[in-house]
């Protein structure tokens, strides 16, 4: 069974701070791995996407990279905005399980002014 | 992204009654679609499956009886909360993915806070 753990739980850094949200998972055996973000009381926005053959993801100020063979995930945040305030999931799809999506418990980050 | 929109975005019932809450994919057709459950400070749980035609696969320790699923249409997929008490109260949300292959990609969508009195 894929178990997610995020490390930390919680951060809170001054704006302009370069970030680094940890995601670790179980089971290898996945398809992709998506990173989220959810702001208080909404839904979640998908950050990025990385399929299980690639290494990194990149989308503005935000790098994802993805070591599948030793289950972690990293999500890079550069330069840090009030903006990016949020609870930040990880979430590995298991390859044979019709899409389902394994999330952890969440960073939630707040940024500093 | 792709769009998943669902409605109501906030109900608040009786205990007792039933609720609904759809969730449409409003630029791309989706065979499947997830619904999850999240409550406060706590990560999403998946509920159920829903497949378009056929009979949803929920979850173990879901009672299919009380979250009735309906996918009726490529575009939407809904969860009917039956005879709701105050502990089904949470965040319910829906997540789906283009058909036909693509990167795999979910997308989600607002969300629908339950309240049961």
């Known amino acids: 069974k894929q178990e997610v753990t995020q490390i930390p739980a919680a951060l809170s850094v001054p704006e302009g701070e370069n970030l680094v949200l940890n995601c670790s998972f179980t089971?290898?055996?996945?398809?992709?791995l998506q990173w989220f973000r959810q702001d208080p009381g909404k839904g979640l926005t998908s950050l990025l996407l990385?399929?299980?053959?690639?290494r990194e993801q990149t989308s503005g100020r935000l790098n994802a990279s993805l070591d599948k063979s030793s289950g972690r995930s990293t999500l890079y945040i550069a330069a840090s905005q009030p903006g990016d305030s949020a609870t930040y999931l990880c979430?590995?799809?298991?390859?044979?399980?019709?899409?389902?999506?394994?999330f952890g418990q969440g960073t939630e980050l707040s940024v500093k002014p | 992204g792709a769009v998943v929109s669902q409605h109501p975005s906030w109900v608040i019932c009786k205990s007792g009654t039933s609720v609904k809450i759809e969730c449409r994919s409003l630029?791309?057709?989706?065979?499947?679609m997830f619904w999850y459950r999240q409550f406060p400070k706590q990560s999403l749980m998946l509920m159920a499956t829903?497949?378009?035609?056929?009979?949803?696969?929920?979850e173990q320790g879901v009672e299919k009886d009380k979250f009735l699923i309906n996918h009726a249409s490529l575009t939407l997929s809904t969860l009917t909360v039956t005879s709701a008490h105050p502990e089904d109260s949470s965040f319910y949300i829906c997540?789906?993915?283009?058909?036909?292959?693509?990167?795999?990609?979910?997308?989600f969508g607002e969300g629908s806070r339950l309240t049961v009195l």
């Open positions: 630029d791309f057709q989706a065979t499947t």
């Open positions: 990385i399929q299980s053959s690639q």
């Open positions: 089971d290898s055996a996945i398809y992709n």
């Open positions: 829903s497949n378009e035609g056929s009979k949803a696969t929920y």
């Open positions: 979430a590995p799809r298991p390859y044979n399980q019709g899409g389902k999506l394994i």
């Open positions: 997540s789906a993915s283009p058909s036909g292959g693509g990167t795999g990609e979910l997308f």
